[in-house]
T-cell receptor, first 114, second 114 residues
Framework: NAGVTQTPKFQVLKTGQSMTLQCAQD?????MSWYRQDPGMGLRLIHY???????DQGEVPNGYNVSRSTTEDFPLRLLSAAPSQTSVYFC?????????????FGAGSRLTVL | AQKITQTQPGMFVQEKEAVTLDCTYD???????LFWYKQPSSGEMIFLIY??????QNATEGRYSLNFQKARKSANLVISASQLGDSAMYFC???????????FGTGTRLQVFP
């Protein structure tokens, strides 16, 4: 049981390049989300999804796109990377979006934009 | 709007002593949940403990307990009998039940010394 799998673990981009961070979960969880972690800022919610075909914006959505075509996958796309997007990105999922549903996190993806 | 505040950027505690990590929150929703996560230097996010706003008793999980003071809007994490392996970043988070968003504080770095 892999849980939440993020790829790649490390990536270096040049300003203006595009890329997709992949997130896959095998727990059949409806809720999936993406966070970025920056020093002194904690984890900030980028986008989230409460089920296949449904996505919504979090606290810091600008510069990022998401889609949810299946329950298992929730990719995060950077269309034109900027140095401000240098961060560690976490994908997380939960059985539901309310109550005591606990988020299970992936191992993180470290992105550097030059 | 919901907000989580962790005012202690860093804390030190001697092994075997107890330590309290502070967390205050702001919400207008009477129904919400509070979470604590641990992030060791390896980077993964580990769920520790959950408290619902209507729970009558403070949550406990092994050496972790949550000092929930609803009127003060605080949800402090108490770690008893600290161990060297408790050295990590600790994040408080909140989910209002009328949203699907789990919002994190900026974290507290705990260092346990022998």
């Amino acid at each position: 049981n892999a849980g939440v799998t993020q790829t790649p673990k490390f990536q270096v981009l040049k300003t203006g390049q595009s890329m997709t961070l992949q997130c896959a979960q095998d727990m059949n969880h409806e809720y999936m989300s993406w966070y970025r972690q920056d020093p002194g800022m904690g984890l900030r919610l980028i986008h989230y999804s409460v089920g296949a075909g449904i996505t919504d914006q979090g606290e810091v959505p600008n510069g990022y796109n998401v889609s949810r075509s299946t329950t298992e996958d929730f990719p995060l796309r950077l269309l034109s990377a900027a140095p401000s997007q240098t961060s560690v990105y976490f994908c997380a999922c939960a059985a539901g979006s309310s109550g005591a549903n606990v988020l299970t996190f992936g191992a993180g993806s470290r992105l550097t934009v030059l | 709007a919901q907000k989580i505040t962790q005012t202690q950027p860093g804390m030190f505690v001697q092994e075997k002593e107890a330590v309290t990590l502070d967390c205050t929150y702001d919400t207008s929703d009477p129904s919400y949940g509070l979470f604590w996560y641990k992030q060791p230097s390896s980077g993964e996010m580990i769920f520790l403990i959950y408290q619902g706003s209507y729970d009558q008793q403070n949550a406990t999980e092994g050496r972790y307990s949550l000092n929930f003071q609803k009127a003060r809007k605080s949800a402090n994490l108490v770690i008893s009998a600290s161990q060297l392996g408790d050295s990590a970043m600790y994040f408080c988070a909140m989910r209002q039940h009328n949203t699907d968003k789990l919002i994190f504080g900026t974290g507290t770095r705990l260092q346990v010394f022998p």
